[in-house]
């Protein structure tokens, strides 16, 4: 299994562009006993991204896997987005609906994976296969209309 992303060494590699989202790293008994990132995120505002999360990644290379996959516990029930850049560029967002207050494994077959349909940077080769050969960082972000809080584990590449 390749990490993606561990929450070992605390914050590093981890952010959010607004603020308000607060960001720790603590430990859930409830879960396991490893690290585990904790997000509290405000009401949504005007800005669309303004409780993005931005997790580097510690393996670029994803084409061992064929899926991204991780535990995540949301304090109430959300709509949450999960998004990457491949290498030509294309911005590829997942949407998950989460039940509250129960840890919940996530698993994102590429092969189910589809570019983003609200948002392509200028330069993506929009077209091209996805290609998960160099990937910088995962994102992401909750979706509903209130604030709240959710703690999510390491991030891996599953192989099948």
Known sequence: MTVIHAF??????????NPDVHLSVGR???FSDEPVLLVEYPAPGSDPAGRDVRCDAENRDWSVGRA???QIRPSRALRLSVS????NGVVY???????ADAWQ???????????NPYFQPPNARSGAPIDVSDVAF????PQDRSSGRLSIGRIVMEGS
């Open 138 to 141: 995962i994102a992401f972000a």
């Open 93 to 99: 967002t997942s949407w998950l609906d989460l039940q």
């Open 68 to 70: 991204i996959a991780f």
């Open 28 to 30: 859930d008994p409830s």
């Open 84 to 87: 990457f850049v491949d290498r």
């Open 105 to 115: 494994r996530v698993r994102l077959a590429f092969d189910e994976m589809r570019p």
């Open 8 to 17: 070992a060494q605390g914050l590093a590699g981890v952010r959010a562009a």
